[in-house]
T-cell receptor, first 112, second 113 residues
């Protein structure tokens, strides 16, 4: 079974731009979560989607948004990028609520 | 607010010895606790889950304990190998937090030959 796939692997954007990151979960997994990882803050929960609905949301500003498609693939969008948005963005999927997360290898976003 | 604390300093250990990592949590009562391993530039990988009614869980050279009185979990790597070098993250969770896992900052383990 293929693992969680995230694209692109690396991204460089300029302050003020917007960016869209993509995540393909493991086949059969209906829940997709997104995390931001920085050296200073560690892994921070962004949001979780299940069956195309946002089920949980972390404490991030409205510039961070996401969606999930009917095939469980998910995208997250960050608008009006700030330097502090530079981070590794990780996507994870799981089969049901009480099963462990399977992470992708992330998208490294650098904002200049 | 809920807080998860892991040793912030890297743990340097000689090959063959046992590495012991600590995960402390405050202001909540998790029913489960998960441990993940993360290598540089890669996503975390699930290792073990322990339930609140389980005192200890083992998987090959890994052992996890969960003390709900002390609000602490210990993660042991026995007979450590250089390939065990990584950052280890703990994630305590309640029954309603499965979809919004919170992680500790992680402890880096460095195993030298």
């Amino acid at each position: 079974k293929a693992g969680v796939t995230q694209t692109p692997r690396y991204l460089i954007k300029t302050r003020g731009q917007q960016v869209t990151l993509s995540c393909s979960p493991i086949s059969g997994h209906r829940s997709v979560s997104w995390y931001q990882q920085t050296p200073g803050q560690g892994l921070q929960f962004l949001f979780e989607y299940f069956s195309e609905t946002q089920r949980n949301k972390g404490n991030f500003p409205g510039r961070f948004s996401g969606r999930q498609f009917s095939n469980s693939r998910s995208e997250m969008n960050v608008s009006t990028l700030e330097l502090g948005d530079s981070a590794l963005y990780l996507c994870a999927s799981n089969q049901q609520g009480n099963s462990p997360l399977h992470f992708g290898n992330g998208t490294r976003l650098t904002v200049t | 607010s809920q807080k998860i604390e892991q040793n912030s300093e890297a743990l340097n250990i000689q090959e063959g010895k046992t590495a012991t990592l600590t995960c402390n949590y405050t202001n909540y009562s998790p029913a489960y606790l998960q441990w993940y391993r993360q290598d540089p530039g890669r996503g975390p990988v699930f290792l073990l889950l322990i339930r609140e009614n389980e005192k200890e869980k083992r998987k090959e050279r890994l052992k996890v304990t969960f003390d709900t009185t002390l609000k602490q979990s210990l993660f042991h790597i026995t007979a450590s190998q250089p390939a065990d070098s990584a950052t280890y993250l703990c994630a305590p969770l309640t029954t309603d937090s499965w979809g919004k896992l919170q992680f500790g900052a992680g402890t880096q383990v460095v195993v030298t030959p």
